[in-house]
């Protein structure tokens, strides 16, 4: 390396042309906004996704579906992981901390327990909602359940 081969980083040097500074500056006449047409004019803009008149891509892709705004979201914990974290961490009773702790909820989740599996041992549940079968899967061991 010596000093006939140093450049400055890449992106560090603005190109310094003026635009619109006359025909010898190489950046006159038009000022690089081309011949007649909206973009030549001065106050033109674009909408973001115009595309020059083409059908613009929002509107040619088909809208499928429907979501409705105030639907309320549940992550699922079903009794098989309920009855295996029972077991691994010799737990009679399981709340929304014990699942967050665990990774099966964030902080925000709502909890529903759902019936996959089954229960053996008594367990205190505590979550956001029960389906029916697991209600009276954990009921039916001598558990009980609470909603938060």
């Known amino acids: ?19 619109g500074r006359g025909t010898g500056s190489g950046r006159g006449g038009t000022s690089t906004r081309g011949h007649k047409g909206a973009g030549s004019r001065s106050g033109h803009s674009t909408k973001i996704g115009f595309e020059g008149g083409q059908m613009p891509l929002q509107r040619r892709v088909p809208k499928v579906g429907f979501k409705p705004i105030n639907r309320v979201e549940y992550v699922g914990v079903n009794l098989d992981v309920l009855q295996g ?64």
Do not use: C, W, Y
């Open 1 to 19: 390396m010596n000093l006939s081969n140093l450049k400055p980083a890449a992106g560090s040097v603005k190109n310094n042309k003026r635009i």
């Open 85 to 148: 974290l029972a077991e691994r961490f010799n737990l009679t009773s399981i709340d929304f901390a014990i699942l967050q702790e665990h990774g099966l909820a964030s902080k925000n989740d709502l909890v529903k327990v759902l019936g996959r599996g089954e229960v053996k041992s008594k367990l205190e549940v505590k979550a956001h909602a029960f389906s029916a079968t697991a209600q009276k899967a954990i009921e039916a061991v001598g558990g009980s359940i609470e909603k938060l």
